[in-house]
């Protein structure tokens, strides 16, 4: 069976977790979440990353930075993503109203956002799906306008670009994941960045529980003590080692997956041409990090049985995101701004293929062979 996901791991990852246990520094923001932080900064040129335990945690810091936003605001975002892009916010009584998605890349419509946006508008948060950019000049440029903040939702988004920037780094906040179904993984894990140096108090605050226990670690003041709202956000030094490993060796990792993103366009693309399938599309300006491989079936119909015919053949492929405004808990807090042409429509047609680092060329042949045979 070729697995559609293997957790990536790095050959030191065991040397840095022995050390980190041999030392008896397994709590969080040893050195191990140092270099990760720091690792992070000087790749993407971020004002200062913070190592958190998730993604979602990550964005519900970013939700808890920005104290405007309470109940009955709104927050805009697409419905085609992940749950935590809406719990963040819903945790803060907050409305996700749901934009529609622009079908050739899957991300939220820039075009359709302003008009979603009303009196109670606090935010945007675009969500840079399969790794490759939303268009964040108009989105900035909306924002500008309507003084709204931008929470990037960039878990997918790690070595991205758009137009030269680093994803994460564009909005007021961007959050990367480190679960194991991504380019880099601790696990469970997540960072924050921070654009604006003014913020980095703040945030430290309320992922250490509320305290000023950051600045007393780097000895700017003698004691800490209880200052302001907050919760835990730390992971533990142990998960920083597992993916400084990975992070040492991520322009390989970032080349591997590359390289099966390619052989599976160049491969596939035949079948494209003859309107059997549709490949993703990557806009000008956008350089992605292979995060994932899909293609567009027909319909439901047709991707049901495409899964059943990989399936039988040794292949485990996988669709995602029943669009957030049709689930019970999208009914219940949110809702949908305009006409939902292409969520739920082009979701539903959206099958992922494996794509993990050490996944091999020949297994992406044989993957794309057995797509052929279907479609003859
Ligand atoms: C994976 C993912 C998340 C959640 O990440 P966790 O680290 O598991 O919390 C959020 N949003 C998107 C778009 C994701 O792909």
Redesign the pocket.
């Known amino acids: 069976m070729i697995n559609f996901n293997v957790p990536p791991y790095a050959e030191k990852a065991m040397d840095y977790i022995r050390e980190c246990v041999e030392n008896q520094k397994i709590c969080g923001d040893g050195a191990y979440t140092k270099k990760c932080n720091e690792w992070i900064e000087e790749k993407t040129g971020t004002a200062k990353c913070l190592l958190t335990t998730?993604?979602?945690?990550a964005?519900e810091l970013a939700a808890l930075l920005l104290p405007e936003i309470g109940h009955g605001d709104e927050v805009i975002m697409p419905a085609y993503?992940?749950v935590?892009?809406a719990d963040a916010f819903v945790l803060r009584g907050a409305v996700p109203v749901f934009v529609d998605i622009r079908p050739d890349t899957m991300n939220i419509d820039d075009r359709l956002i302003e008009e979603a946006v009303t009196e109670r508008t606090k935010a945007i948060v675009p969500?840079h799906?399969a790794g490759v950019a939303c268009e964040m000049d108009t989105i900035m440029d909306i924002a500008d306008r309507h003084h709204l903040a931008v929470i990037e939702?960039a878990?997918?988004g790690i070595m991205s670009t758009y137009k030269g920037k680093a994803l994460g780094t564009i909005g007021d906040f961007g959050?990367f994941?480190?679960?194991e179904?991504?380019n880099y993984s601790m696990g469970?894990?997540?960072a924050l960045l921070i654009r604006d140096e003014r913020d980095v108090e703040a945030a430290e605050i309320i992922r250490e529980k509320g305290t000023n226990r950051s600045k007393y670690y780097r000895g700017q003041i003698d004691k800490y003590t209880w200052i302001d709202y907050g919760s835990s956000y730390l992971p533990s030094d142990m998960n920083a080692a597992y993916l400084y490993a990975q992070l040492e060796i991520a322009e390989e990792i970032n080349d591997a997956r590359l390289n099966i993103w390619n052989r599976y366009y160049e491969n596939l693309a035949p079948l494209a041409e003859a309107g059997k399938i549709e490949l993703p599309v990557v806009p000008e300006g956008c350089v992605h990090n292979g995060h994932m491989f899909y293609l567009k079936a027909r319909d439901i119909k047709e991707r049901t049985a495409l899964i059943a015919y990989l399936k039988d053949n040794g292949i485990h492929a996988v669709f995602h995101y029943v669009p957030l405004h049709t689930a019970p808990a999208g009914l219940k807090f949110g809702r949908f701004h305009g006409e939902d042409r292409y969520t739920t429509r082009e979701s539903e047609r959206l099958l992922r293929l494996p794509m993990y680092y050490g996944l091999e060329l020949g297994q992406v042949d044989y993957i794309c062979e057995t797509l052929g045979k279907f479609y003859r």
């Open positions: 998730s993604c979602t945690h964005t993503t992940f935590s892009t969500v799906y939702d878990a997918q959050c994941s480190f679960h179904t991504k469970e894990g997540g």
